[in-house]
């Protein structure tokens, strides 16, 4: 399966302040996911990344506050912006192939805490 | 319902055999998917079954799949302590979205 690589593995932030997160695939997949798990929780899917148009959101996500780019096959980003306490979770990027059969595989995500 | 529902908590013991179980919500659901989170860590997928199908085996791990009362379970032969994590069992809703919907999570313990 594709080696997924996010950056930063962690961060700590002040509130009212953006971050951006990437994740690198090594190899070029066809679909891109941007998952949220909030502290003791399981996983919500906050965005579909799209390669060359713009992200499709799941309810209770808006592209204002949750921006994402994926300018190519291998890479996309998440802007987490304007962030509160409320936002402390862990991000995680998920690819999956071409086919109906393909599974997800998941990045080891990025630890985030807003102070 | 609408969620996908698993039991928060197992603990075993070593060698033993766990079995973590999960409801799911959409008998049209195409895959169902076992995860492993240890701490720190991302999710790794431990094991998938397409929908059509009963049981499936792979080395320690076994799940089945009763598709009539939506249980999805994951039996995991001779327990180590390395198999100590967090298990999360998530549903692909039909289409070609690829949307996975997840359980809570199991946490299992292995003890000595």
């Known amino acids: 399966s594709a080696v997924i690589s996010q950056k930063p593995s962690r961060d700590i932030c002040q509130r009212g302040t953006s971050l951006t997160i990437q994740c690198q695939v090594d190899s070029q997949v066809t679909m891109m996911f941007w998952y949220r798990q909030q502290p003791g929780q399981s996983l919500t899917l906050i965005a579909t990344a799209n390669q060359g148009s713009e992200a499709t959101y799941e309810s209770g996500f808006v592209i204002d506050k949750f921006p994402i780019s994926r300018p190519n096959l291998t890479f996309s980003t998440l802007t987490v912006s304007n962030m509160s306490p409320e936002d402390s979770s862990i991000y995680l990027c998920?690819?999956?192939?071409?086919?109906?059969?393909?599974?997800?595989?998941f990045g080891d995500g990025t630890r985030l805490s807003i102070l | 319902g609408e969620d996908v529902e698993q039991s928060l908590f197992l603990s075993v013991r070593e060698g033993d055999s766990s079995v973590i179980n999960c409801t799911y919500t959409?008998?049209?659901?195409?895959?169902l998917y076992w995860y492993k989170q240890e701490p720190g860590a991302g999710l790794q997928l431990l094991t998938y079954?397409?929908?059509?199908?009963d049981m499936k085996q792979d080395q320690r791990l076994t799940v089945l799949l009763n598709k009539k009362d939506k249980h999805l379970s994951l039996r995991i032969a001779d327990t180590q302590t390395g198999d100590s994590a967090i298990y999360f069992c998530?549903?692909?809703?039909?289409?070609?979205?690829?949307?996975?919907?997840f359980g809570a999570g199991t946490r299992l313990a292995v003890h000595p």
């Open positions: 998920s690819v999956a192939g071409t086919g109906s059969d393909q599974p997800q595989h």
């Open positions: 959409d008998s049209s659901s195409t895959y």
């Open positions: 079954i397409f929908s059509n199908m």
């Open positions: 998530a549903e692909r809703k039909p289409g070609g979205y690829n949307k996975l919907i």
